[in-house]
């Protein structure tokens, strides 16, 4: 090679962009590398693992797939009942509460006062339909006023991939979110000690006047057996298949696991919320909390 090709090479090394030799550096911490399949067994079609604490986003599968959130709907109803109503506030039992036949239904009679609170218990424990007919229009005069009100909240939190148009979440094609969005709300929601305290309960008395009362159960099976579970909320309708947002915590790390779509629902929640227990710890105390952007 002549001189003139040993300084156009010469020439190009140095014009080479440092980037190329250099590793760029990712923002600590960070979730071990892995594709969507992940490292575990996971059926849903979407999921996302986040630090409840931070609201970085441990692990995600299709994290922005817009999906009809079912009754997981009630995270957002039950936060925005309490952020605008005292739970001693009474609830009058409209004819169309209490004529809602849809779905899972508690049964109201007409013309009742239930105090917020019970009805809050009914419609996380028993996912009931009817009572969240009932606590949207105590709250919000009416159901399209309280799903304007869940709207303006979920663009407060950032779920910009979320819109509402009822409190209960049976199937409409203009209600939908998203994995990241409803990890979003709930992360919301988990900071009000109140919200906390309900979706904890295993079970709940509920009495109405003039009827006799009656236990209710909570359909998250996972406070029953996994170590740590203290919420949140199951769903289910055939558009979305089951759907669930659960929450754990051990040594000050609380996680919100979000699955749409699985097909073994409580599998895929334990072994999310493992995983996550697995490979973070608790991140010391910052000036602020942040949220990731989805991944």
């Known amino acids: 090679m002549g001189s003139w090709g040993w300084g156009l090479l010469a020439l190009l090394v140095a014009l080479a962009p440092a980037s190329a030799a250099a590793p760029v550096r990712s923002p600590s911490p960070q979730p071990p ?4 399949a992940g490292p575990f067994r996971l059926t ?3 999921a996302v693992l986040m630090d409840a604490e931070s609201g970085q986003v441990l692990f995600g599968r299709n994290p922005s797939l817009v999906w009809p959130p079912a ?3 009630k995270i957002m109803t039950a936060l925005v009942a309490l952020e605008r109503a005292h739970l001693d506030t009474p609830i009058g039992i409209t004819s169309a509460a209490a004529g809602f036949r849809i779905g899972s239904v508690l049964g109201l009679p007409a ?3 239930v105090p917020l609170r019970d009805l809050l218990y ?3 424990l028993s996912s009931a339909n009817d009572v969240a007919v009932a ?3 105590g709250v919000g005069g009416s159901v399209p006023a309280f799903a304007a009100l869940m709207n303006e909240r979920a663009a407060q939190l950032g779920a910009t991939q ?3 148009t009822s409190p209960h979440g049976l199937y409409d094609r203009d209600h939908f979110s998203t994995a990241y969005d409803l990890a979003l709300i709930t992360r919301a929601a988990m900071q009000n000690p109140t919200f906390r305290e309900i979706v904890h309960t295993r079970r709940w008395m509920f009495s109405v006047p003039g009827r006799r009362p009656r236990w209710l159960i909570n359909h998250n099976k ?6 740590g579970a203290d919420g949140v909320k199951t769903g289910y309708v055939h558009q979305s298949g089951h759907t669930l947002v659960a929450s754990a915590t051990r040594n000050n790390l609380r996680l919100i696991a979000v699955l749409l779509n699985p097909r073994d629902l409580w599998g895929d929640a334990a072994r999310l919320l493992d995983y996550g227990f697995t490979h973070f710890h608790a991140a010391p105390v910052t000036s602020g909390p942040s949220v990731s952007p989805p991944p």
């Not at 996972?222 to 170590?227: K, R, S």
Request: overall charge positive; cysteine-free; aromatic content about 10%.
């Open 111 to 113: 013309d009742a006062k």
């Open 71 to 73: 009754s997981t709907t």
């Open 33 to 36: 590398r892995a594709s969507q």
């Open 162 to 164: 979320t819109h509402f």
């Open 122 to 124: 009914a419609m996380m």
């Open 135 to 137: 606590v949207a229009q």
């Open 44 to 46: 849903a079609t979407a």
């Open 222 to 227: 996972l406070l029953a057996w996994y170590p």
